[in-house]
C-alpha cells in the first residue's frame, strides 16, 4: 500500500502537475508552483519524518574537499555555457551584464534562495528520499531525478532549457547522491544558475514566452 502511494505521489508531484503547468502556459507563475510543491515536500516530511528535516542540509559536507571537484566542473561548463551562447544566440551573450548591471545583485543573491534551494530540495532531497522505493538504485534515483528536472523546465517552451536541465539534473543528483547534502548540492545549484544569467543564456528561463531565434 504505501508503495503505491509513492507512486501515485510520483505520478502527481513530477508528472501531472508540471504537465498542468507546460500545457497550459503557466510559466509566468512558476515561482508560485515551485513554493507550492516546496511546501508539500516540507509539509510531507513534517508528518512522515521530522527528524529528518533537521539533518537535510549537512553544512558538514561543505569542504574544500568536496568543493574542489564542483568548482573545476562548474569552470569548464562554464566556458561551455559561453561558447554555445556565442554560436546559438549571439545577440543575447552577457545582455545582463552589459544592459541591466544593475540586477546582477539580486540575481547572486535571491536566485540561490528563491530558486536554487527549493528546486533541489525537491528533485534531490525529497526525490532521493520518498521515491526510493520506485527508484531503489543510486544510478536510477540520479537518471530519474535529471529527467523530471528536465521535464519541469519545458514549461519554459523552447529547447534550450530542457536540454540544459538533463545536463544539469545529472550533474546535481550525482552530487546529492555522494553528499546527501542539500547545503552543497544548492551552492553547486548556485553557481550554475549565475553563469547562466550572466552569460546570456538565462533568457531561455524566463517565464515560458521565450521564442526559439
Known sequence: MAVGRRHLEFLLLCIVFPSIIIFGQYGFF????????TVYCLAVFYF???????????FDQLTWENMKPILV????????MVIFIYFYNRAEMFSI??????V??????????????PQEFIFCTFFFKRFHSIFPTERAKIIASSVVFAYAHILYLNPVSPVLSIFAGLIFAQTYSKSRSLALVSVEHA???ATLFLSGLGTYFY???????
Open 30 to 37: 512558476m515561482f508560485y508552483f515551485l513554493w507550492a510543491a
Open 48 to 58: 512522515s519524518d521530522r527528524e529528518f528535516l533537521h539533518h537535510m542540509w549537512r
Open 207 to 213: 517565464s515560458g514566452n521565450v521564442p526559439p531565434p
Open 104 to 117: 546582477i545583485p539580486f540575481i547572486l543573491i535571491l536566485y540561490p534562495i528563491l530558486s536554487a534551494i
Open 97 to 102: 551584464i552589459l544592459n541591466r548591471p544593475q
Open 73 to 80: 566542473r562548474w569552470i569548464l561548463a562554464s566556458i561551455a
Open 191 to 193: 553557481l550554475y544558475g
